[in-house]
């Protein structure tokens, strides 16, 4: 079982729909981070979250500590949305980055 | 501020051969991470230098390595390439290694090895 969960492994939305991005992890951790990944291959860094709850625009990420669990909400989406999201923890014990599959979100207009 | 550039973006090499990939931070950062992600196990932490020390390291074969210089610019070599070895290659900088600390990706580097 990998050690980051996250689901679902992809996504289609119509543009406007509320989006729902969830992870589970089964290590202790330090922080926990949101990353975006669009084809072609950058990444760029939405949050980072070791409790509580980050809004950034239309982008809202929560983390329950003892429940190890965060979700990633995307509210009016749009096309431009689309892109695989990355959940990654930061190991407690050993300070590594783990990462998750990744969610593929198409949104079409 | 300039943003993490890495060279080359794209690479075909063979089998037996060695790769040298380049990853310059954004200036001020002392951190850089190197990353490889295959669509068949996704990303995968490499190791981590700060300060020119190799601050922390994942679960790869020796064939990996890498150094980090005096102005933070960071190097990794793989040598004697396997077809497995075909990824894209990311490395990222942040100012510290704190827990707290964002990382910034690079473009990354695409690795073919034929």
């Known amino acids: 079982k990998n050690e980051v969960e996250q689901s679902p492994q992809n996504l289609t939305a119509q543009e406007g729909e509320f989006i729902t991005i969830n992870c589970s992890y089964s290590?202790?951790?330090?922080?926990l981070h949101w990353l975006q990944q669009h084809p072609g291959g950058g990444i760029v860094s939405l949050f980072m979250?070791?409790?509580g709850k980050k809004k950034h625009g239309r982008l809202i990420a929560t983390i329950n500590i003892q429940e190890k669990h965060s979700s990633l909400h995307i509210t009016a989406s749009h096309p431009r949305d689309s892109a695989v999201y990355i959940c990654?923890?930061?190991?407690?014990?050993?300070?590594?980055?783990?990462f998750g599959t990744g969610t593929r979100l198409q949104v079409f207009p | 501020k300039a943003g993490v550039t890495q060279t080359p973006r794209y690479l075909i090499k063979t089998r037996g051969q060695q790769v040298t990939l380049s990853c310059s931070p954004i200036s001020g950062h002392r951190s850089v991470s190197w990353y490889q992600q295959t669509p068949g196990q996704g990303l995968q932490f490499l190791f981590e230098?700060?300060?020119?020390?190799?601050?922390n390291k994942g679960n790869f074969p020796g064939r990996f390595s890498g150094r980090q210089f005096s102005n933070s610019r960071s190097e990794m070599n793989v040598s004697t390439l396997e077809l497995g070895d075909s990824a894209l290659y990311l490395c990222a900088s942040s100012a510290g290694t704190g827990f707290q600390e964002t990382q910034y990706f690079g473009p990354g580097t695409r690795l073919l090895v034929l």
């Open positions: 230098y700060f300060s020119e020390t190799q601050r």
């Open positions: 990654a923890v930061r190991s407690y014990n050993t300070d590594k980055l783990i």
């Open positions: 979250l070791s409790s």
């Open positions: 290590v202790g951790i330090s922080a």
